[in-house]
Nanobody
Framework: QVQLVESGGGLVQAGGSLRLSCAAS????????MGWFRQAPGKDREFVAF???????DYGDSVKGRFTASRDKPINTAYLQMNNLKPEDTAVYYC???????????????WGQGTQVTVSS
């Protein structure tokens, strides 16, 4: 059974940091792009970041310079380091997998269950 499981979310004060993990199982995702998306209450799902199979990364405008996507292929895990968090970063964060580079969430066909990130002011 293929699974993506996020962890590392929580409550943090503005200016703080969190690192999210996305542990994949069931098959290797080393050739896939690992994407990060988030959804706040009442808002559409938003692209946050991706890291491609070769290490190329891209970020949403609202997180550039603050968030960093990385991956550890041998342990089939992706990470999202989030620094200088702001209250507007509050959302459920999801990781997802897709075999090509994309920031378009409907392209992604494997999704985790999400992890809540809450940033207090």
């Amino acid at each position: 059974q293929v699974q993506l499981v996020e962890s590392g979310g929580g409550l943090v004060q503005a200016g703080g940091s969190l690192r999210l993990s996305c542990a994949a199982s069931g098959r290797s995702f080393s050739r896939d792009t690992m994407g990060w998306f988030r959804q706040a209450p009442g808002k559409d799902r938003e692209f946050v970041a991706f890291i491609g199979s070769g290490g190329v990364t891209d970020y949403g405008d609202s997180v550039k310079g603050r968030f960093t996507a990385s991956r550890d292929k041998p342990i089939n895990t992706a990470y999202l380091q989030m620094n200088n968090l702001k209250p507007e970063d509050t959302a459920v964060y999801y990781c997802a997998a897709y075999p090509k580079i994309s920031s378009y969430s409907p392209n992604y066909y494997y999704w985790g269950q999400g992890t809540q990130v809450t940033v207090s002011s």
